[in-house]
């Protein structure tokens, strides 16, 4: 298999996770989210968000911006313009699989 037809089939591994490609599609509805609002609508836990978020971060797809709000820390995220195109891209192959479907 040339490595053009291995590209076309090849997922990013980042975004083959359910909950990270969710949280990604969100984000890139809004211009930014914070993590109470991300945790409320994936309905998942803390701990796992965290984490999903740190490797999204790391990978550089959002960007996270840390304050305190009534003493209260309060972490807002974004997508970044690397993350949004690399969603696009994971999207358009999606799409681009065609699915024999009986009939």
Do not use: H
């Given at each position: 298999?040339?490595?053009?037809?291995?590209?076309?089939?090849?997922?990013?591994?980042?975004?083959?996770?359910?909950?990270?490609?969710?949280?990604?599609?969100?984000?890139?509805?809004?211009?930014e989210a914070d993590f109470?609002?991300?945790?409320?609508?994936l309905k998942t836990t803390?701990?796992?968000?965290?984490?999903?978020?740190?490797?999204?971060?790391?990978?550089?797809?959002?960007?996270?911006?840390?304050?305190?709000?009534?003493?209260?820390?309060?972490?807002?995220?974004?997508?970044t313009p690397e993350g949004?195109?690399?969603?696009?891209?994971?999207?358009?192959?999606?799409?681009?699989?065609?699915?024999?479907?009986?009939?």
């Open positions: 298999m040339n490595s053009e037809k291995t590209d076309k089939y090849t997922l990013d591994p980042l975004l083959t996770n359910e909950l990270r490609f969710f949280i990604m599609s969100i984000l890139s509805m809004y211009e109470n609002f991300l945790k409320t609508e803390d701990g796992n968000l965290s984490v999903q978020m740190r490797k999204l971060e790391e990978a550089g797809y959002l960007s996270s911006r840390k304050e305190f709000i009534n003493k209260k820390p309060k972490t807002t995220y974004q997508i949004l195109e690399k969603l696009t891209l994971y999207i358009e192959k999606i799409s681009s699989f065609k699915i024999g479907l009986p009939g």
